[in-house]
């Protein structure tokens, strides 16, 4: 763990302290085996915590949460890229809140309930390459409450160039900026369908970013199959001309036949959905806009049919839209893994300071589970983060623990790695 974070050390040194030892012992405690990964649980667990301590370092101390993630982005793409499947991820994620005193939270739309509650909204953007994905950017969502209410902010140390009123689509657009100032090369930018319903945001990544992008869309938007005369009628009547892409799932004339195509790898291999994808034209409604043809893809999973848009390509063929579409779980199971596994929801912090300390250090910890994982890829592949976690739980120092067996830990996730194989080959026979 100490040669991993010495290229880091120094991030964590400011004029008066140096806090490199505070960040290997919360490092530590987000890649424990404790059910809750909070400062209370670290302190009982690893020896010479002091959760005081810890406090101050996530919420108040001065180190650059920037520099902290900027550093992930770096290594991460130089572990997963150069690649011409390296893809950037954009997508948010929530986290309950009682009271109304930590930054940002409010009374909003928490995917992961499927509800409306008290919550804080991050916007986060992650790096993927296959099935190996790494969290390396995110930015925390201020409602309209929040941006009206001075005092507030500035209780919750929001600083003051940070009180504006954007919207996630905004917050968004400046993750990936900023992931290609750092000299990142995605090969395209994947998004859900909150951000993919929003013409002007994938205008913005295509006209000023020149970026690739695949944004799953809901049922309801509308399209062209030939290009819309926006000049020749009023506004709504065009729009009225437009086609529900739901109205395509059917078949009829100059409709291209359902294929079946892998969509990605999973445990029992691979994934496959029936899809098919044709040129349409999209139009934003405002006549100062010119329509603009993509591709809408079309898969059918789970008897479900969902729809991308994209500027891939003329050229680009069906398989490879598939995939370009598929790969936006790696994401998810990036959240899955960081809630689960690294302690990413289990913070206890209020400011905006803290937040996004808490997570540069759970993106830190992250890419350490990831790089250990492409190490040995090809003798382990089937290894997961929850197999990490489970092997450190033994090798990391813990209070009351003096000796460890390693050749023990090894057989105990040799036998753990094995139980996968069989019944990942009992689920492929099925």
Known sequence: MSDFLQPVASLFRTATRDSAGLASQYTEGLLSSLQRKNMERMEEAIPGVSRQNLQQFISDSPWSHRALMDHVALQAAAFLGPHPD???????????????????????????????????????????RGAHSALIDAALYLPKAWVEDIPRCAKAGLPPEEILLRSKCDLAFALVKRALEKGLQPAWVGVDAGYGKNTAFLQRLEDELGACFMADIPKSRRVWL???????LPCREVLRKGVKVAALDGSGAGLPAWREVTARRGPGGPVTVQARALRVWLWSGRKKDAPRQWWLLSRQIGGVVKHSLSNAPEDTGLPRLVFMAGQRYFIERAFEDGKSSVGMAGYQVRKWLGWHHHMAMVMLASFFLLKERLLAAETLPELTVADLVYVLHHLLPRRGVITVDAEAISEQLDRRLARKRRSAKAEKKN
């Open 86 to 128: 390296l893809c950037l991820h954009l997508d948010e994620s929530c986290f309950a809140k009682k009271g109304p005193a930590s930054a940002g939270v409010a009374r909003q739309w928490n995917g992961r309930l499927g509800k409306v509650d008290n919550c804080q909204v991050g916007v986060f953007a992650a790096l993927n």
């Open 226 to 232: 030939e290009r819309p005369e926006a000049g020749s």
